[in-house]
């Protein structure tokens, strides 16, 4: 079982940056492929960005170039930094545990409970 913990999500302005991150319980995170999607209101959940173990990196079109997937393997943490926002970036940021890249949600097994980002026009 892997419990993942998301932070730093806020209210901000078109144009502005925003951090968020993604705490993960257990003891072999470096193992981990891990993915940010995001849900907006009555929409389905989508894929944002993806960072393989090996630290290779995917990203949808609609945030290629102004967002950036790391990871911290001796903090167990993700993080997604987001710039450049625009109010269609308003959702809820779930990170995600998997163990290859998917831009599905289907492969992955363990899922955080979600941070709010809005951004106002």
């Known amino acids: 079982q892997v419990q993942l913990v998301e932070s730093g999500g806020g209210l901000v302005q078109t144009g502005d940056s925003l951090r968020v991150s993604c705490v993960a319980s257990?003891?072999?995170?470096?193992?981990?492929?891990l993915g940010w999607f995001r849900q907006a209101p009555g929409k389905e959940r989508e894929f944002v960005a993806h960072i393989a173990k090996n630290g290779n990196t995917y990203y949808a079109d609609s945030v290629k170039g102004r967002f950036a997937i790391s990871r911290d393997n001796a903090k167990n943490t993700v993080y997604l930094q987001m710039n450049s926002l625009k109010p269609e970036d308003t959702a809820v940021y779930y990170c995600?545990?998997?163990?290859?890249?998917?831009?599905?949600?289907?492969?992955?097994?363990?899922w955080g409970q979600g941070a709010q980002v809005t951004v106002s026009s």
């Open positions: 995600a545990v998997g163990y290859y890249y998917s831009s599905n949600p289907g492969p992955y097994d363990y």
């Open positions: 257990g003891r072999t995170f470096s193992s981990y492929a």
